[in-house]
């Protein structure tokens, strides 16, 4: 079993940054990807940014330059640093993780951006 714990989420005004974290606990592999997801009211779930246990990063065209996934696999723990944050960023952000093709979901976090 795998548990995820996002943290770091708020209310941010516009141009503003916020930094997101994610803890995994359980039964962590050696090679899995972690990422974050975001999902709007009344829009469906976004993948944004993943990143493999060897290094290797993608983005959605919708944060990209602005958005940098990272990760401390020691603490198996993955970040979002987000910077010029925009109102069209608001979302509940989930950190997910896969692992063997399976995939795991944290509760979310609130990301409000607004002035």
């Known amino acids: 079993q795998v548990h995820l714990m996002e943290s770091g989420g708020g209310l941010v005004q516009p141009g503003g940054s916020l930094r997101l974290s994610c803890a995994a606990s359980g039964s962590i592999f050696n090679i899995n990807t972690m990422g974050w997801s975001r999902q709007a009211p009344g829009k469906q779930r976004e993948l944004i940014a993943t990143?493999?246990?060897?290094?290797?990063?993608n983005y959605a065209d919708s944060v990209k330059d602005r958005f940098t996934i990272s990760r401390d696999k020691a603490k198996n723990t993955v970040y979002l640093q987000m910077n010029s944050l925009k109102p069209e960023d608001t979302a509940v952000y989930y950190c997910n993780l896969a692992q063997q093709s399976i995939p795991y979901w944290g509760q979310g976090t609130q990301v409000t951006v607004s002035s």
């Open positions: 990143m493999t246990s060897g290094g290797r990063t």
